[in-house]
Each structure stands twice: as C-alpha cells, then as structure tokens.
C-alpha cells in the first residue's frame, strides 16, 4: 500500500509562487509514474501534471502549461510541483496521484488510471 501526503499549499496573491510537495514511507513510489489533479469547488477534478518514474517524461493540461513544473526526486521519494505566475482560477485542492506501474517510462493523465491518491492540499490565490 502507498500512502501519500501533500504539502506546501497556502493562500497566495495572484502571480505569486507555490510549491507542492507529495512523498510516502512506500519505497515503491519511486518507481511509480505520478501526477497532479485539482479540484475547485463544485467543480470536477481535473488533470494538472504528469511524470513517469524516472522523470524523463513531462505531460501539462493546457491550462498550467508554461507556468507549472512538476519534478521528482526519487532519492527523497518526493514529487514537486513548482506552481508560478498563479491565478485566482487556479485555486482548488491539488492532489498527488500514483500509478502502479513499475519503471514505466510514460506518464498518465486519465484520473481512472491512478491507483493511489493523497488527501489533498489546499491552494488558495488571491486576486
């Protein structure tokens, strides 16, 4: 079982900077592929970023694009997200998700793929 806790968000002013942070005690979430979704209220939840295990694979929603980061460090068993330039419309509870697939070097951006997910952790940003 992998057990996933965000941190780091916070309220912010628009154009303003955060950076999320998910990690687990699991071992094997290094070698998972892994990704962020977010949720505003009454809305559905939707894809922000993927990576796969080894980091060489990047994916974006469209929306991020550009001026959201995601990275990981698997020595650490952490997966960032560097979040900038934020706006008021990227307020929502972000979470991290893992695949289990070992040592896939794709990413996934389908929330029906991911078999583990955090708590969550809310950003919050001002106009």
């Known amino acids: 079982q992998v057990k996933l806790v965000e941190s780091g968000g916070g309220l912010v002013e628009a154009g303003g900077s955060l950076r999320l942070s998910c990690t687990t005690s699991g071992r094997t979430f290094s070698s998972y592929p892994t990704g962020w979704f977010r949720q505003a209220p009454g809305e559905e939840r939707d894809f922000v970023a993927a990576?796969?295990?080894?980091?060489?694979?990047?994916y974006y929603a469209d929306s991020v694009k550009g001026r959201f980061t995601i990275s990981r460090d698997n020595a650490k068993n952490t997966v960032y997200l560097q979040m900038n330039s934020l706006k008021p419309e990227d307020t929502a509870v972000y979470y991290c998700?893992?695949?289990?697939?070992?040592?896939?070097?794709?990413?996934?951006?389908?929330?029906?793929?991911?078999?583990?997910w955090g708590q969550g952790t809310q950003v919050t940003v001002s106009s």
């Open positions: 990576i796969s295990w080894g980091g060489s694979s990047t």
């Open positions: 998700a893992a695949v289990e697939a070992y040592y896939s070097n794709t990413y996934y951006f389908t929330e029906n793929d991911y078999n583990y």
